[in-house]
C-alpha cells in the first residue's frame, strides 16, 4: 500500500504543479525535505538514540525489560500473541507506549526503534512487516496521550483562557482511536490482500531482504545475578524518593509553586508561558501530576537503569556503550526510507496539494459540522509534525485561543501522529519495504481521532 501511496503523491505533485505553474516550488520542496531527512532528523537523532540503546541495554542485561514485560503480559499476550512473552520486544513496546503517553518523544522514538529491532528477530519474512509490527505501529499512531504539551503551550502563548481544556478532549479522542486502531489492525491482517506469504508461496519462505547487513541476529540475554537483599532495599528506597518527590511538587504549598515561577521568568523569555503543571490553582492538581511524571521520568530512569544494573552484577559501562554503538547503524539505516516519504511530501506540500484538497472537501464536510479551517491541519498532521504546528500556531492567532474550531484543532493536534513519517522511520530501522495494513490502520486511526475530536469538542465546549 505504501508503494501506491508514495507514488500518487509523486505524481498528483507534478500534475498539479504543472496545472497551477508550481513547478519551481514541487522542486524546491523535494530538495529541502531531502536535506531535512538527512541534517535534521538522521543525524540528530543518532546521539538520542545511543543514549537510549545504551539504558535499554542494561534494562535488558539486568532483567528490568523481562520484569516490566511480565507485570503487563495478559495485555501484551492479547495484543501481540505471535511474541513470546519473554522476548524483549515486550518490554520495549511497552516503555515506547509509556513514553508516549507522557509525551516524551524524544525518549519514544528511540524506543519505538529498539522494539522494533526486537520484532525483527522474529520476522521469518525480512522485508515484510509482520502482524505484531503493524499493531505497534497502529498503537503508536492512535497512542492514548495524557498530556498534549506542544498544543497547550501554543494556546497558553497566545492567552487563552483555559489552555488545559483540551487535556480532556485529547485524552478521550485517542481512547476512542486506539480502540479502533487494534480492532482494524486485527481486522486488516486475515485480509487476502495483507497475507505474509505471497499465494501459492511456503508460509515460512523468506522475502528477500534490502541487505544482508541489515538482517537482525536474535538478542541471546545471559541470566543476571540475583540481586542481594540490601539492593532491594535501594531499590525499593531509590522508588520510595521518587513517589515523595512526585507528591511534593504536586501537592506542594504555593510557595514552591511561586519559587518555580519566579526562576522561569528569570530562564525563558517573556513570551515563554509557565509550564499548565505548575499553576497554583487546585483544579490543575491532576494536570500537575501528569506533568510531574513527565518532567521527572528521564532523569528517573537515567538513574535506575544504571543502579539496577550494577546491584544485578552487570558491568554497566561496557554494556552501554555496546549498546549506544547501535545508535549510529539505527540512524543511518533510515536515512533513505525518510529521504523517501518526505520528499513525496515535500514535492505534494509545494505543489499546492493540501489547498487543492481542501478546496475540493470544504464544500462536503460544512453541513456535518466539521469547519473548513481544521482541513489543512487534518490533510498535513499524517505528513508533517512541524508543518502542523505552524499551521495551529496560524489558526490560534486567527481565530482566538478560545475559539470552539482552535479548541477542536488543538484536540486533533495533540490526538493524532505524524504517521507517514513514523511508518518511514520506524519501517526504514529494520529495512522492511511491504507495510502491509499498517498504513491503513494508521489513517483510520487518524481519521477517528479527528471525528472524535470535532464531535467531543460540539459536546463539550459548543
Known sequence: MLNYLWLALVLLAAIIGAATGRIAEVTAGAFQMADTAVMKIALPLVGIMALWLGLMRLAERSGLVQLLARALRPIMRRLFPDVPVEHPAMGSMVMNMAANMLGLSNAATPLGLRAMRDLETLNKHPGTATNAMCTFLAINTSSIQLLPTTAIAILAAQKAKD??????????????????????????QNWRMFRVAPEGAAATAPLPSADPATEIAPVILAEPAPMPGWGRAVVGLLLALFAALVAWMVLAPAGYHAATAALHAQIFPAHVPLPPWEDTSSQHVALRAIGTLSLLAVPFLLVLFPLYAALRGVKVYEEFVDGAKEGFQVAIRVIPFLVAILVAIGMFRGAGGIEALKSALAPLLVPLGFPPDLLPIVLVRPLSGSATTALFAELVQRLGPDALTTRMAGTIFGSSETTFYVIAVYFGSVAVRRARHAVAAGLVADFVGVVASVIICHLMFD
Open 163 to 188: 489552555p488545559t481544556a483540551i487535556v480532556g478532549t485529547a485524552f478521550l479522542a485517542t481512547v476512542f482511536s486506539t480502540i479502533v486502531a487494534v480492532a482494524v489492525v486485527k481486522w486488516m
